[in-house]
């Protein structure tokens, strides 16, 4: 009876009602998950200023039903997946830890590419190591760099998931054609661009991964907050229903496709915890088109 209970709980808390995806057929996550770049110091570098709010944030996250976490070696550099190992490590048997590499970072708000196989290679067994992982189940190449031939860069992780070190590879802030020519050398079953009511730049990819049944990570889904104070018809749906800016916008995400796997990231509990109940907030038809056309327009 106990364990009946338990599975229950489990099933009602607040993420639960954005409903599952199973990415790669196999890893069944709540389709509302956690962004961890925020649990990183100014310009995603160097340790937080409250790393015990860091940590309290995590825990939330898993409290309240999310078990889809995204981070990257280079958010800190390192500091949020040794964050994360530090709060949920020994983790939930149902968590899904994704990671990324791809990038060099020589600097707060400094980014560059290095797609180079000894530089994945090395990124990808330094996430195990602060992930206290033995396989991570989605390791995502942070970009495609111009620098290295993409064969290159894919047929590593390729080797890397032949060695068991990744369960499943996924990549981020692609075109459609790069999807289907990374698709030529490895399986992918997702992509990470940016994406949001008021930023649908990659739609076509949205779309072609509907068609291909791929996971839809859309990074900034909240504009890093602009959404709250930028967008009218976001206010207007807001206060007709009494809820927050942000929530609308997440819920019209997972309201868009059942693809979708919004990662909306915070610092704050009380921020995740507003993030959260948009998981339970259903937009009709109407309102759905009134966001979609203001947000065109």
Not at 3 to 21: D, I
Not at 71 to 83: H, Q
Request: charged residues 25%.
């Amino acid at each position: 009876m106990a364990t009946s209970t338990s599975a229950k709980q489990r099933e009602e808390r607040p993420a639960k009602r954005a409903g599952e995806f199973l990415i790669g057929n196999d890893l069944r996550v709540t389709r509302l998950g956690y962004g961890a770049m925020r649990i990183t110091g100014e310009g995603i570098w160097g340790e937080p200023k409250d790393r015990g709010e860091a940590v309290r944030v995590l825990r939330k996250a898993i409290e309240l039903g999310i078990n889809f976490i995204d981070t990257a070696d280079s958010y800190g550099p390192e500091v949020s997946e040794k964050i994360i190992a530090e709060a949920l490590h020994p983790y939930p048997a149902d968590l899904v830890i994704a990671t990324k590499g791809g990038f060099d970072r020589t600097g707060p708000n400094k980014w560059v590419e290095n797609g180079r196989p000894e530089h994945l290679r090395s990124a990808c067994e330094g996430s195990l190591r602060r992930l206290r992982l033995e396989q991570i189940a989605l390791y995502q190449l942070h970009r495609i760099d111009p620098k290295v031939p993409a064969e290159e860069q894919l047929g590593t992780l390729k080797e890397l998931q032949a060695e068991g070190k990744i369960k499943h590879i996924g990549l981020s802030e692609v075109s459609v054609q790069q999807v289907q020519h990374a698709q030529t050398i490895v399986p992918i079953v997702s992509v990470q661009n940016r994406y949001s009511l008021t930023d649908r730049g990659s739609e076509a990819v949205l779309q072609y991964c509907e068609q291909q049944k791929l996971g839809f990570i859309p990074w900034f889904p909240l504009a890093a907050g602009k959404l709250s104070g930028g967008e009218s018809s976001i206010r207007r749906v807001a206060a007709q229903l009494k809820v927050t800016p942000a929530e609308v916008a997440l819920a019209w995400l997972l309201a868009r496709s059942p693809v979708m796997l919004p990662i909306p990231g915070t610092s704050r509990v009380e921020h995740l915890e507003e993030n959260v109940a948009a998981a339970g907030l259903q937009l009709d038809a109407k309102k759905m088109e009134e966001l979609s056309q203001a947000a065109r327009g």
